[in-house]
């Protein structure tokens, strides 16, 4: 994609990364939580018999439903008899229960009540019993009360009353801070009111109590439960999502590093201001008539070639301000530069001026759709609405030109993101049969296929796709990606050697490029789980970049496993800021969060979580 076509910079996989910090070495947390609290947080019950009820007798109950009077089996006719010896007539009662008198079992009889609303519906009158129990209740028993509270949340959940749910477990979680149901009960409230809001302030307070209840519920439970630690995953993207818009609003502009623009770049075969570059470092150059290329988009152009990016923007400024006879151009090349520079919206603005304007050179307003389709995948406003406006653009920009290379390159690479293999897989064929000395296009075309031939165990197609791999570094030696790409095929074929002989070839065709020194690091740790060596392999990578937000967040997530959730928080707040567009903010989000999550969750409950062991 226009924001993120340097594959090499990927953090790989789709694994959720906040169960590596807990889920490796859960047969040690299930038997610790297991010793500690048994097999749930709440106290073990006698189990009633099949059928068996509790009859109650509350001073709301109907004497004629719960006593009847048994008549005789033959009525018997009175007989004359002398006055003083006649008897009274003999009816047969059944002995009534006493009403309870002790205040528990006053307050369970009501429970029992509501219990027998609630499964037939009438929640109003559960409710109505639920509160008799917990007044009746003794104050000494926090238990029962956390319970009565609990089963009355459940009844206003019923009734769509999130804000009556959530008092009613807060109560019982303050009464019993490992009771897994009002803990749960919780979680999905606040996740239902977080999700019918657009404040993403507010999304964000619902969100993080959220994940911190559904967190002691994975771990009160020894992580056993499949749903509960599917919720985390997408509390932790939802929150993330939510964290990412609130801080782009505020987010300063900050320039990419050098190497990154250079990969950037390399992510387009067809982008109108390189392609004028290139022609005129192939042309003749015709000194009859000068052209001063100090002010305007000629100035920027020329900071272009000599990578001097700071002033560009500023370049551009003034061609748009003078409406200069090359401000279309000059306003994506100032878009462009706002994507690196992180100003998304801003970019977005001058895109889609370009594309509204029908009088714009197709070749621009073609590039300006590529870039704004990539930019509505990578924000984090809709996760349902931003690929259909994505896909949209792409659309509008094949009727416009649709032999252009870009637009289905990178509309695979969107395909990728979301999965979509099939997909990706027509896009990047297409890409190569226009474009065949298109590198990126073309080695992404591999990677994909190996993808989909991994996912289905197909060897055959896996082993012609190593071949076809081999072929492309002859193809293109200079090609950075090739090497990656490559590298990570054979890292997943458990070839750890060959994988890192291929990324220190990549380091000799891209000095500066530090993801390679990073992907090194991984290869140490999987192969060997040399984490010294994986450690100081990323090191190199920040000495080589400072803004290498890869090797932040892969240092953040070692120490994850290492149990240094603290230097990992420290870590992920350093990669936060470097992030390029929203979608990776919101994913280093995640990675904080969960780590966060796990701290504070693990000092309420008083539980020491075990390390990986790395």
């Given amino acids: 994609m226009a924001t993120d076509g340097a594959t090499a910079g990927e953090g790989g996989g789709g ?4 169960v590596i910090g807990v889920a490796v070495g859960v047969p040690v947390a299930a038997a610790l939580i297991y010793i500690l609290f048994g097999p749930s947080g709440e106290p073990k019950k006698k189990p009633k018999k099949a059928g068996q009820e509790v009859k109650s007798h509350g001073k709301d109950a109907k004497p004629v439903e719960e006593v009847k009077p048994i008549k005789p089996v033959e009525e018997v006719k009175p007989v004359k008899v002398e006055e003083s010896k006649v008897a009274p007539e003999q009816v047969v009662i059944e002995d009534v229960p006493e009403e309870p008198t002790d205040p528990l079992e006053k307050a369970v009889a009501a429970k029992n009540r509501g219990n027998k609303y609630f499964r037939g519906g009438r929640y109003e009158l559960a409710i109505k019993c639920y509160s008799e129990a917990i007044d009746i209740c003794p104050k000494d028993k926090p238990i029962d009360l956390a319970t009565f509270h609990q089963n009355r949340a459940a009844a206003h959940d019923q009734l769509d009353d ?7 477990c807060d109560t019982a979680v303050n009464l019993n801070n490992k009771y897994v149901k009002a803990l749960d009960r919780r979680a999905k409230s606040l996740r239902k009111q977080a999700m019918k809001v657009e404040n993403f302030e507010i999304q964000v307070d619902k ?62 075969c067809e982008d109108p201001i390189l392609k004028s570059l290139e022609k005129e470092s192939e042309a003749d150059v015709d000194e009859k008539d000068p052209i001063d290329t100090s002010t305007g988009y000629l100035a920027a152009r020329e900071c272009l ?4 990016y700071d002033d560009i923007i500023g370049n551009c400024d003034q061609e748009i301000a ?35 304007n029908p009088e714009v050179e197709v070749k621009l307003r073609v590039n300006a759709l590529i870039k704004r389709a990539s ?25 416009l030109d649709p032999e252009n290379a870009d637009i289905y390159h990178h509309r695979g690479q969107v395909h990728l993101l979301i999965d979509q293999i099939n997909q990706a897989i027509v896009d990047f064929n297409k890409a190569v049969t226009l474009q065949p000395n298109f590198p990126v ?33 002859d193809k293109f030696p200079k090609c950075v990606e090739t090497y990656a790409l490559y590298a990570q095929v054979l890292n997943d074929q458990q070839e750890f050697d060959k994988a890192d002989e291929l990324y220190q070839q990549g380091m000799k065709v891209d000095t500066q490029n530090a ?6 690091g991984l290869v140490a740790l999987q192969a060997k789980g040399d984490v010294s060596r994986a450690v100081e392999l990323i090191q190199s990578a920040l000495e080589l970049d400072e803004k290498c937000e890869f090797a932040y967040e892969t240092l953040g997530t070692i120490e994850v496993q290492r149990g240094n959730l603290k230097r990992a928080i420290e870590l992920f707040d350093k990669a936060i800021p470097l992030a390029n567009t929203e979608l990776e903010m919101g994913h280093l989000f995640g990675l904080r969060d969960a780590a966060m999550a796990q701290i504070t969750v693990s000092t309420k409950l008083g539980i020491t979580l075990p390390a990986m062991g790395i």
């Fill in 162 to 168: 999130l804000v009556a749910v959530i008092e009613d």
């Fill in 375 to 399: 930019l509505y995948i990578q924000q984090c406003k809709d996760p349902t609405k931003d690929p259909q406006l994505s896909f949209a653009d792409f659309a509008l920009a094949v009727e």
């Fill in 441 to 473: 296009a073309h080695v992404q075309k591999l990677y994909t296929d190996y993808r989909a031939a991994s996912t289905i165990g197909d060897h055959s197609t896996v082993n012609s796709v190593l071949e076809k791999f081999q072929e492309a570094i």
């Fill in 15 to 18: 694994v959720p990364k906040w």
């Fill in 207 to 268: 969100l993080k109590q959220c994940l911190e209840d559904i967190t002691s519920v994975c771990i009160l439970e020894g992580f056993q439960k499949q749903e509960h630690l599917v919720m985390v995953d997408s509390v932790l993207k939802e929150l993330g999502r939510a964290e990412a818009g609130l801080a782009s609003k505020s987010r300063q502009p900050v320039l990419t590093s050098a190497h990154f623009i250079a990969q950037y770049f390399t992510s387009f």
């Fill in 322 to 356: 003078m409406e200069g006879e090359r401000s279309s151009e000059a306003r994506l090349l100032r878009a462009t530069f706002y994507i690196l520079t992180k100003q998304q919206e801003l970019a977005m603005a001058d895109l889609t001026i370009l594309i509204e």
């Fill in 515 to 520: 993801n390679l020194l990073v992907h090194r």
């Fill in 305 to 308: 070639k000599r990578l001097e």
